[in-house]
Nanobody, 118 residues
Framework: EVQLVESGGGLVQAGGSLRLSCAASGFTVDDYAIGWFRQAPGKEREGVACVSSGARSTSYADSVKGRFTISSDNAKNTVYLRMNSLKPEDTAVYYC???????????WGQGTQVTVSS
């Protein structure tokens, strides 16, 4: 069974950092594209970052470039999202997803809440 479990969310002050984890089971993260998304209340879901299969490339939303870093640990079968210089507008539920390509995702986690206070 394919499963993605996010963790690492929480409450942080503006300017602070968090590292989100996306632990995968039922498949190997290195074989798939893994993306991070977020959805704030009343807003549409937004793609934040993606790492392609084999970690050959990464991509980021303009709003997080230079502040967020996506990485993978094949030994732990986990993908991370390191978030630095957090802003109140980064407040959202963050989800990870797996798919064949960045932009084509079939499996989703349950999400983890990130709240950035001003």
């Amino acid at each position: 069974e394919v499963q993605l479990v996010e963790s690492g969310g929480g409450l942080v002050q503006a300017g602070g950092s968090l590292r989100l984890s996306c632990a995968a089971s039922g498949f190997t993260v290195d074989d798939y594209a893994i993306g991070w998304f977020r959805q704030a209340p009343g807003k549409e879901r937004e793609g934040v970052a993606c790492v392609s299969s084999g970690a050959r490339s990464t991509s980021y939303a303009d709003s997080v470039k230079g502040r967020f870093t996506i990485s993978s640990d094949n030994a732990k079968n986990t993908v991370y999202l390191r978030m630095n210089s957090l802003k109140p507008e980064d407040t959202a539920v963050y989800y990870c997803a797996a798919g064949s390509l960045c932009g084509i995702f079939a499996s989703w986690g349950q999400g983890t809440q990130v709240t950035v206070s001003s």
